[in-house]
């Protein structure tokens, strides 16, 4: 009899997976457990194993397909078995079928899926009618102008039918998308990853009053400590950077300022300091930034650090990287200093309260003991939550941080 395979819920709340490689083919023979599929989703690419053996009767999605949990994925049953059809796309599986869904991390229950409400079609307005008078106020009229809306060609949505700015700025973005219809363009698909970056920093900036405070910071003594250490680690096949000194003086000055270490618990109003220190560290992929978390930072020395975060952005960039492994952050990095920048403003990374930004290393004068010498300046960025801190703790927060990257040696005063 044969067995028809859903795409099984993977966790995260993960709904839809892109087919990005079959790795069998009809008329294959499957063993229980075996990986048939490997999936992109909107955080890793992951294999997805077969719960059942049996011959591969039939390949329900193509390669760059997208399919949701309780999709068929293929048909299983005995070689030149007839098959019947697929389940409708996008039908909900039977609960007992939803039970018995592998996961890629072993079997995991799933909940009841929440129907949510379709959206109302819009309909667009129709143009008024010619010679009708046009209710708008005077700035509505100039900002018309000034955009080079046609105001006899807009149905206003205000008072008595009035003209609106909202109606003015609308028409000429409509009037941007038809122009650009009319050329040519390149569309590229907003999902997987990029789909996941756009939602969650959306959200972010939707729920979060963010400030960006910059600083800078003379990382000389930094610059020959990292040269002295490369050559032991080099030889262990480790590639010593600055990022786990970032991290370390971080998760130093995290135990002093606490509410950078944090979240907000909406519902009941309550700012949660952790005190643990798991700092996620944004990676540059192909698709997109990734960040994966190193946990318990307060318990591993620079050179432990260093391995870990090696092996987590190697994963990273392959998207073989475990969902586990991109939870849990308290507190962020982004090193946008590799690719040429020196200052920006970084969006905080949900839930975090908190993320520092680190720029480009670069040779500039500075009075030292009166004299103008030429130092490694390295140019801070933290974005806050100033719902959490003010500007105030920010800057006490960056001079501290400071303090410990000018001074490595003093990590190892506080150091436990």
């Known amino acids: 009899m044969s067995f028809e395979f859903l795409l099984p819920d993977l966790g ?65 049953g005995e070689a030149g078995e007839e098959i019947g059809e697929l389940k409708p796309t996008g039908e909900k599986p ?24 379709r959206t109302a079609a819009r309909v667009a307005p129709s143009p008024q009618r010619e010679g ?98 490369k050559k032991p680690l080099q030889e262990k096949g480790v590639h010593l950077t600055f990022m786990p000194f970032f991290i370390k003086a971080v998760q130093h000055t995290l135990r002093e300022f606490g509410t950078f270490n944090a979240s907000v618990d909406e519902d009941h109003e309550e700012i949660m300091v952790k005190k643990y220190y798991n700092i996620g560290v944004a990676v540059d992929t192909a698709e997109g930034l990734i960040v994966p978390v190193v946990r318990n930072v307060e318990k591993k020395s620079v050179r432990e650090l260093a391995a870990e975060l090696q092996s987590l952005s190697e994963l990273a960039r392959d998207r073989k990287i475990k969902l586990e492994d ?32 680190t720029g480009k290393i670069a040779d500039k004068p500075c009075v030292k003991g009166g004299q103008v010498v030429i130092r490694k300046i390295l140019p801070l960025s933290l974005t806050f939550d100033h719902r959490v801190n ?14 410990f990257l000018e001074d490595p040696a003093s990590l190892f005063m506080g150091s436990v």
């Open 94 to 117: 039977k609960k007992e079928e939803r039970e018995k869904s592998v996961s890629v991390v072993g079997v995991l229950p799933e909940e009841e899926e929440e129907e949510r409400p």
């Open 12 to 76: 995260e709340g993960i709904t839809e997976a892109e087919i990005r490689k079959w790795l069998v083919k009809i008329g294959d023979a499957v063993e229980e457990h075996q990986s048939v599929v490997e999936v992109e989703t909107d955080k890793a690419v992951v294999e997805v194993p077969s719960p059942k053996k049996g011959t591969v009767l039939k390949i329900a999605k193509e390669e760059g397909e997208m399919a949701k949990v309780g999709e068929a994925l293929i048909i299983l």
């Open 326 to 357: 991109l939870k849990g952050n308290t507190f962020t990095i982004t090193n946008y200093g590799a690719f040429g920048a020196a200052f920006a403003t970084p969006i905080i990374n949900y839930p975090d309260v908190a993320i520092l930004g």
């Open 132 to 229: 009708a008078a046009v209710l708008a106020t005077p700035a509505v009229r100039a900002a018309a102008k000034e955009q080079g809306v046609i105001l006899e060609k807009i149905k206003g949505t205000g008072v008595g039918g009035s003209i609106t700015l909202d109606d003015v700025l609308k028409a000429k973005t409509e009037g941007a998308k038809a122009e650009e219809q009319a050329g040519e363009a390149e569309r590229i698909a907003i999902r997987g990853l990029r789909k996941t970056i756009a939602k969650n920093l959306m959200f972010a900036q939707k729920t979060m009053a963010s400030v960006t405070e910059t600083e800078e910071a003379d990382i000389s003594e930094l610059w020959d400590l990292r040269e002295r250490e």
């Open 390 to 403: 003010d500007g105030a703790g920010a800057a006490k927060f960056l001079t501290r941080l400071v303090g």
